[in-house]
């Protein structure tokens, strides 16, 4: 099993913040932000030292919960500062962006970062619609193309035109190229079936969040199945499970830490907004509709003492497939930095050298 | 969508009765059609609107007499030429589709000065090897062809009329690299618009930039989510740009597009 950690920048407010999304940003505190930054660098460099795989990067925005929204800037400060681990930007929203600058600017990072870049592609979350005025409804087919797009880009060597029908662009021709040839490992982030079938379709790895092992199993099941219709199977390497997990010496304060959880949903928009994003917003698990997360927490699916994570390590691997998982090691959103450090440091010693092999 | 009516007409060249539909006016632009034959698609209305379309069929295909006579692409080439001449065109714009477009690019080698700019939708002069084109019943023609069977509105061409051609397209199509087309290409400073489908299932998209590393005046677009019969799967888009290209040439790449919301 390989292991990244999903560095989220903690920003510590030094008084309570809205809860709703979007915060306000005239309660952001630019000397919070600058520390939290510092923050992420120190926490990565032991990271780093304690021999985890990958950090991992996302885009979210509008909010102190994960302060990264570009991740490609954080991905460049992270590869300038750090040696050795891999950087895993997961990922641009793709729907969102503009793909012939998303291919570009992955291409001179990975560049950049001497090859140590790993990719994952997706649509985003429901909030995140309402961040640059994405239209729900047209989410999902903007992200396939601008998907198909970004592979294009990395790989024609001739000057081209697009002629899609969310995207137009008569000339690309990118410079760099990814120094990883003919691209960075990449990976069509989420459950639906439709990113499941990009996946496949393009031979590129595919990850899942968050659900329970049964929940997203469902997602890999249908992902391999889909890559054995094209004729190829899929590495271990290739799913990738982002869950949360609580880790303590012992399973008792595991639960009394699970049972402190808030219980909110990480971007808790207007119930106006929300309900009507339930309806526009639509979402499956390998063809199965399922709500968007507009509410209620995400799940915890690590919890315990680590033996008992690394027996739910070993459960993963059999029911979800996965052969990397991106921890959120105490869940982000949380500012309380010391339980992170405690959970970091027992993870590297006692839960990092029993699932190498799993 | 408002119907285009197109008139049927007939031109003799070369001894063959030549069969061509014909709307729209202002510069001309001629279709060759591929190795099915000809069949009017939405994209074929909508360039009426913008140019004077004539769409013709080759001697062998549709219900033309068996044509055993034409031994290679360079004389279908040359008859369409003449039959072309018939209609009284001086200069014009030409498009070839697929078989179409390897017998357009001999047409403009032939007749340089006149072809204005040139239109190759997914064209099968330069093939990947093994390639083959679609055969079978009419739904595993379609399978190839189309990503949008769904948005196909023409009956399918009747299974023994293709079949009655395909010795003619086998005797022309050629060898999948043609060492002697390819050679002269490299003269050919014709305006060129090669498109291909992303999802090209006959034709392998990647041939492309063969086309633009051979010819010093070319241009390469691929239609996001289109098959081989990419004027039927996405004719909006392909006419867009193709209408877009014949009318600017090389400047067709600076955009037109305008962005503001309310005054």
Redesign the interface.
Known sequence: MKVSFFETARYQASKPLPSEWPVPSGVYDPEAGARAYRGMIERLELVEELGFDWVSVSEHHYSPRILTPSPIVSAAFLAAHLKKIKIALLGPIVPQSNPVRVAEEIAMLDTMAQGRLVVGLLRGTSNESLTYDLNPAEARERTDEGMELVLKAWTEPQPFGWQGRHYRYRTISIWPRPLQQPHPPTYALGTSRESCDFAARHHLGCGVSYGSFEGVGKATKYYREQCARYGWQPSPEQIIYRANMLLADTDEEAQEMLRKLPGQAPFSMRPGVRDAMMTLDSRNIAGEPRAPVVSGALPTTFVGSPDTVVEQVRRCRDVVGAGVIDLSLHPPGSSDLEPLMRALELFGKKVLPQIRDI | MAETAFREGHVDADGFRIRYVEAGEGVPLVHLHGAGGLRLTPAHELLARRFRVVAFEMPGFGNSPVNDRTESMAELASTMLRAIDKIGFDAFNLMGTSFGGKAALWLALQATGRVRALVLEAPAAIRQEGAAPPSGTPEEIARRLYAHPERVSAPPIDPALRAKAQPLVQRLLGPHRDADLESRLQDLSTPTLV?FG?LDGVIAPAM??VY??LMPNC???????AAHAISTD?PE??T??VGDFLERHEA????R?ETVIHP
């Open positions: 498109l992303t492309g930039r633009k590393d241009h390469l677009v691929f239609v996001y989510d996405r888009a392909f867009e740009v067709f790449v600076i955009s597009a």
